[in-house]
């Protein structure tokens, strides 16, 4: 079905944002750059808003510029992403989607104990293993975000003042923004990682930071992928831990006992292979 719930969403929010950023830059028309009248203002607000929220991070003018509640709008947009499925980077909507509906039957569990509530989305059941899921990716999502602001505010090798639009810099913004465009995949920030500026005034440890750290949580298959290949490895290295030891044991020098203990570990603990990762 096309016009699901998450497409409805998804366009509910991008047309909210159009309308929100014209209204905004629309009662400023010839204060900023490529804005001289109203279908200037309509315009450079459908594209930055298709742009940011689809996290393709394309510019035409510096919306450095715009008011703060364009900046605000654009970096709603751009924490919410595309829908599932999309090379788009974000949270993505459906997992807002599934959130909400899992924060909503809390709420009404609260209200009414004795209230048994199924979660749907599109007509199919949401299970609780796959809200379990999302709960997760979640509280990992906001970790690495947590994490890798803290260790770029450390960076001591930003400039005072923006060499592109000769604006002061404000420290705050321009690492949490640069943070939530790595994480994101998108590219654009806001102050000095803006659309008329890039990120060569970081240091070489913050560069080591956004893309090893923060860039595979904007791809949830990578992340998935990365999340199997160490548990499998770390399956592999309990098994020979565990030769290893009861090599060691009196009367197990032949090794013969190995598989028939291995057989009855593996019988009651599956292994996790990197078919059966949730990708």
């Known amino acids: 079905e096309i016009f699901n719930a998450e497409f409805k969403t998804f366009l509910i929010f991008v047309i909210g944002g159009i309308f929100l950023?014209?209204?905004?830059?629309?009662?400023?028309?010839?204060?900023?750059?490529?804005?001289?009248?109203?279908?200037?203002?309509?315009?450079?607000?459908a594209f930055y808003a298709a742009s940011v929220i689809s996290t393709t991070g394309f510019a035409?003018?510096?919306?450095n510029l715009w008011p703060t509640i364009s900046h605000v709008v654009l970096?709603?947009?751009?924490?919410?992403?595309?829908?599932?499925?999309?090379?788009?980077?974000?949270?993505?909507?459906?997992?807002?989607?599934?959130?909400s509906k899992g924060a909503s039957r809390e709420m009404q569990t609260r209200l009414h104990p004795r209230q048994v509530k199924k979660l749907t989305l599109d007509g199919r059941r949401l299970d609780h293993e796959l809200i379990r899921t999302v709960n997760a990716y979640l509280v990992i999502y906001f970790m690495v975000f947590v994490v890798s602001l803290l260790l770029i505010s450390f960076d001591p090798y930003a400039p005072a003042v923006n060499s592109a639009t000769g604006l002061t810099m404000n420290e705050g913004v321009t690492n949490f923004t640069a943070v939530a465009s790595a994480v994101n995949?998108?590219?654009?920030?806001?102050?000095?990682?803006?659309?008329t500026a890039n990120y060569a005034f970081f240091s070489p440890f913050s560069k080591i930071v956004q893309p090893s750290v923060q860039c595979p949580l904007g791809d949830t298959?990578?992340?998935?992928?990365?999340?199997?290949?160490?548990?499998v490895l770390l399956?592999?290295?309990?098994?020979?831990l565990c030769?290893?030891?009861?090599?060691?044991?009196?009367?197990?020098?032949?090794?013969?006992?190995?598989?028939i203990i291995k057989c009855s570990i593996s019988s009651t603990a599956k292994p996790l292979t990197l078919a059966q990762s949730p990708i």
Not at 23 to 41: A, K, P, Q, R
Not at 235 to 240: A, G, H, I, T
Not at 243 to 259: D, H, K, V, Y
């Open 75 to 99: 970096m709603l947009a751009l924490f919410m992403g595309a829908c599932a499925g999309s090379t788009g980077g974000g949270f993505k909507v459906s997992r807002l989607i599934i959130l």
């Open 21 to 45: 950023i014209s209204v905004n830059i629309c009662s400023h028309i010839g204060e900023f750059e490529g804005i001289d009248s109203i279908g200037d203002g309509i315009r450079h607000a």
């Open 60 to 63: 035409t003018v510096d919306y």
């Open 243 to 259: 030769a290893g030891i009861l090599m060691t044991l009196p009367g197990l020098e032949s090794g013969m006992l190995w598989p």
């Open 235 to 240: 399956q592999r290295l309990q098994d020979k």
């Open 185 to 195: 995949n998108i590219g654009p920030g806001l102050d000095m990682v803006g659309p």
């Open 221 to 231: 298959k990578l992340l998935c992928r990365c999340l199997a290949v160490i548990v």
